[in-house]
């Protein structure tokens, strides 16, 4: 029962001693972990027992019955049709030889039994000669199978063992004959010598080998013998102490019994089971598929015929709470009205434990079918799409921030002040080339990568430009790879990408197989991501539950709709369809297996054939038939679905921002640095410049009298340092102010005089402010006047 791996099993018996017999065996360890019917039946009763036991569908069977009843026993085995392979008989008689079990042997039911005798031993040959050669008038001493049966062999035995013995009593003592009356109370004298010389005994006799231990019988062997197509044979031995050892294993099923139709059941769909399109065919050549092909190969391996049915109610077959039972092909192998079942046959704990697996042929695993999204519509203003909308408007901030820095940081510092007039190396008008415009235009040609005639001279405005630079160089290096990102890779709207974003929203459904193992998976999942998908599918209205996969392919093409099926199907099911494709990964891992009834001899055979087609390669060569053919699979343009492009946000370039707020900021100090230090400089000379009215030519002064002139010097002298910045920090901030102003003098010395520019002097135009020359008077007793000519503060007016 071991070995055979019985998990249910009815045991009849005719009388109390049988039951005896089989005591041990009830109270085994094995025993308690099956499922025991134990029935007493007599000759009247046979019928009514074995129907019994037919109706519990109990198919292994221990026979412990009288020999003599043995042959009516058999018969109603044939009348209720319980001698099929599905049904296996144990039978406890050690003369199984001697019954007539011809109307069994092609039937492939399994009828197993032990053996006392061997007749194959030399010295049972021997004796078997002895005894065809001894015959008595009209009396045959062997039986028609011509073997020798228990009793008769243990009798002889008893005799040889006795005589072995007595012999050595008698060689050891004298033994005196005489009379025994059973009516004796003291027994004889020589009884307990004569079994302790029995028991130690060791011989070899037609039971097998003989030795005893305290009286009982301890070296004894029984043969195994099965029934097979042509007689029983041998196929393993029990001995004490060791056990059964089954030396033939195939012996529990039969490779060669093609003459063996065998019913298998199955559902059509594609690539496992499909009808031929073309042709008008019948029987087991209407089908065709990646399970025809396989089924035909483990036919052909094993050797059996089978008949293809379609299972009627169409459905693979799933356990129904309220009413207790099995549907689909479950329910059809559990009946017994089917001996296989091939397809896409998901192997489960629920659906193991009513019916048995083979091997599984194919691994897979539940995955989520979906509509291909579609592309990105082109938009006009595409190209923006590499910076986030937030970074195009940092970058106009930065782009007018510093375009305003550098324009005041270039009139602030003293040395963008320069000589528009190389040629005049004493020139009193200065230049800034740095107004708002070109300010504006310098930093946006640099943002552009373009060159401009505008160079920075400061080190303010230098400081301004490098840290301008470096932001660019970031900004137009990190737009430039990440364009060339959008540019080759195609962004998808998919608004799932797994289970998780299918269990986190409900615009989109998604659903089942009815009445499939991926809808027992979902239903008793104890993952809470696929506990509440179920609660949407068994509540969700109208049902998202389909009955094929053909209606669930279409639901997924109409749009909105997710599809949750078996990974295999589905690869088939993509390359087929371009505008279908596989969501995530898998959700589990399984395999499809075909399907027997529980204890079915077929099961290990078919599962040793389906691992010899794995190493060599067959299934694979049968996959590859049925899902990549190149005529049937559509050509898609795989990109990379998985790879998308991000717009570059501030967490990736924001620090280019901060160093160039930095360095902006860094540029200002300098600025005023250069502003102050420059002010301070030329204050003195500014304090020693006093207005004065020219001289004439008779060497005195006109228009203004001298103590005027000595007093409004004096004031002028009075300026410090703080109104000269303040009167430089006016001329700087003045935006519409000219580019040109004068020149500070930096060499004026106390006795250096400025005159005022006369009011008959034109105002300046196109923005230009311009200063007389002062007059420079030496203060040495000849006064050398110079007068310069108000035209000349112009440049070029």
Same mark, same amino acid.
Do not use: C
């Given at each position: 029962m071991t070995f055979l791996n019985w998990t249910k099993v009815a045991i009849i018996y005719e009388d109390d001693y049988g039951l005896i017999k089989l005591r041990e065996l009830v109270r085994s360890r094995k025993a308690q972990d099956m499922e025991?019917?134990?029935?007493?039946?007599?000759?009247?009763?046979?019928r009514q027992v074995l129907s019994e036991i037919k109706a519990k569908e109990v198919h292994n069977i221990i026979v412990d019955t009288r020999a003599e009843n043995m042959h009516h026993f058999l018969r109603m085995?044939?009348?209720?049709?319980?001698?099929?392979?599905?049904?296996?008989?144990?039978?406890?008689?050690?003369?199984?030889?001697?019954f007539d079990l011809e109307d069994f042997k092609y039937n492939f039911v399994n009828i197993t039994a032990f053996r006392l005798v061997d007749a194959e031993d030399v010295g049972v040959r021997g004796i078997l000669r002895d005894m065809e050669k001894f015959q008595t008038e009209g009396n045959n001493l062997l039986n028609k199978s011509r073997v020798i049966q228990a009793e008769p062999a243990l009798m002889y035995d008893s005799?040889?063992?006795f005589?072995?013995?007595?012999?050595?009593?008698?060689?050891?003592?004298?033994?005196?004959?005489?009379?025994?009356s059973c009516e004796l109370e003291h027994p004889w004298d020589g009884g307990l010598s004569l079994i302790n010389y029995i028991n130690s005994v060791e011989m070899k006799g037609i039971s097998g080998p003989i030795e005893f231990k305290e009286g009982r019988r301890i070296q004894f062997k029984l043969d195994l013998l099965k029934l097979?197509?042509?007689?029983?044979v041998k196929v393993g031995e029990w001995r004490p102490g060791l056990g059964v050892n089954v030396t033939d294993t195939s012996a529990f099923f039969e490779p060669g019994a093609t003459n063996v139709t065998l019913v298998v059941i199955t559902i059509l769909e594609q690539p496992y089971v499909m009808l031929r399109s073309r042709g008008n065919f019948s029987g087991n050549e209407r089908y065709e598929g990646f399970c025809i092909d396989l089924l035909k190969e483990i036919a052909h391996m094993v050797g059996f015929a089978y008949r293809i049915e379609l299972v009627p109610d169409g459905k693979y077959g799933v356990y129904d709470y309220e009413t207790g039972e099995w549907n689909g092909i479950v329910r059809q192998l559990m009946d017994k009205k089917a001996d296989l079942a091939v397809g896409s046959m998901t192997i489960n704990y629920a659906r193991e434990s009513v019916i048995d697996f083979t091997k599984p042929f194919m691994n897979l695993g539940i995955s989520i079918l979906f509509k291909v999204p579609t592309s990105h519509p082109a938009r006009l203003f595409s190209f923006m799409n590499p910076l986030a909308i937030e970074i195009w408007l940092y970058v106009l901030a930065a782009y007018i921030l510093v375009s305003v820095t550098m324009f005041v940081v270039a009139r602030f510092s003293p040395y963008e002040w320069n000589n528009p007039h190389p040629c005049h190396s004493g020139p009193e008008i200065v230049e800034n080339q740095f107004s708002l415009a070109n300010s504006f235009w310098f930093t946006i040609g640099t943002l552009m990568q373009q060159g401009s005639d505008l160079n920075p001279k400061a080190a303010s405005t230098r400081i301004v430009s490098g840290v301008w630079w470096f932001f660019t160089l970031i900004i137009i290096s990190s737009y430039t790879a990440n364009l060339a990102a959008f540019l080759t890779v195609e962004r998808m709207i998919t608004p799932i990408e797994n289970a998780e974003d299918l269990a986190s929203q409900t615009d989109i459904s998604y659903g089942t197989l009815e009445s499939g193992s991926t809808m027992t998976f979902f239903r008793d999942s104890m993952i809470e991501t696929y +506990? +509440?998908?179920?609660?949407?599918?068994?509540?969700? +209205?109208?049902?998202?539950?389909?009955?094929?996969?053909?209606e669930g392919i279409q639901k997924v093409l109409q749009g909105n709709y997710a599809f949750l099926m078996e990974s295999t199907m589905l690869d088939y099911i993509v390359q087929r369809d371009c505008n279908l494709t596989q969501i995530g990964g898998l959700l589990d891992t399984k395999g499809y297996g075909i399907a027997t009834p529980m204890g079915s001899p077929w099961r290990d055979k078919i599962s040793l054939a389906i691992l010899e087609l794995q190493e060599k390669g067959e299934i694979q060569i049968l996959y590859d038939k049925w899902w990549k053919s190149p005529s049937d699979t559509c050509l898609r343009n795989d990109k990379e679905k998985g790879s998308k492009a991000n717009a570059l946000g501030v967490d990736n370039i924001g620090g280019i921002f901060v160093v160039l707020l930095c360095g902006l900021a860094f540029s200002v100090l300098i600025a005023i640095f250069e502003f102050c230090y420059n002010s301070k400089r030329n204050a003195p000379a500014e304090r020693q410049r006093t207005p004065i009215p020219p001289p004439t030519c008779s060497g005195s002064l006109q228009g203004?009298?001298?103590?005027?002139?000595?007093q409004q010097q004096s004031q002028q002298q009075q300026e410090s340092l703080c109104s000269e910045m303040a009167r430089e920090l006016c001329r700087a901030i003045r935006c519409h102010a000219s580019s040109r102003r004068r020149k500070a003098c930096e060499k004026c010395s106390t006795h250096v005089v400025g005159y005022p520019i006369d009011n008959s002097t034109p105002t300046p135009i196109n923005g230009v402010r311009s200063q007389r020359s002062s007059l420079r008077l030496d203060m040495s007793p000849h006064i050398h006047m110079h007068h310069h000519s108000p035209q000349q503060d112009y440049d070029g007016n």
């Open positions: 025991v019917y134990l029935r007493q039946a007599d000759l009247d009763s046979y085995i044939l009348q209720l049709q319980m001698n099929d392979y599905n049904y296996h008989y144990l039978f406890t008689t050690f003369d199984i030889e001697t005799v040889q063992v005589a072995v013995g007595l012999r050595t009593l008698e060689q050891s003592h004298a033994l005196r004959p005489m009379n025994i097979k197509q042509h007689s029983l +506990k +509440k998908m179920w609660r949407f599918m068994e509540n969700r +209205k109208p049902s998202v539950f389909v009955p094929t996969y053909e203004i009298p001298q103590a005027a002139q000595m």
